[in-house]
Nanobody
């Protein structure tokens, strides 16, 4: 079981930026970020392949968010720019069960505890 610890969340004004960090222990394959707003289901945000070459984003964050990873540090990042109030949610890091790039929750086997991101208007 991969252990994941997120950090970097906080309160930011609309148009601002935050960088989320996910530190992993154990072997990882593909990695992803999901988010869950109050009263809503958890939704996919972004995923990255093991090598970091392939990425996948939900349409609502394309051009604003960038997922990346540093395998030497076993760490995954989510750079979030031009933040909007609708980006407010708890953000979760997740480790894929394989190298397949996916947006399905069922394809991720380990989850972090989440970090709160709040964007004020």
């Amino acid at each position: 079981q991969v252990q994941l610890v997120e950090s970097g969340g906080g309160l930011v004004q609309a148009g601002g930026s935050l960088r989320l960090v996910c530190a992993a222990s154990g072997r990882t394959f593909s990695m992803g970020w999901f988010r869950q707003a109050p009263g809503k289901e958890r939704e996919f945000v972004a995923a990255v392949s093991w090598g970091g070459v392939s990425t996948y984003y939900v349409d609502s964050v394309k051009g604003r968010f960038t997922i990346s990873r540093d395998n030497d540090k076993n760490t995954v990042y989510l750079q979030m720019n031009s933040l909007k109030p609708e980006d407010t949610a708890v953000y979760y890091c997740a480790a894929g069960r394989s190298g397949i790039l996916s947006r399905r929750i069922a394809d991720f086997g380990s989850w972090g505890q989440g970090t709160q991101v709040t964007v004020s208007s």
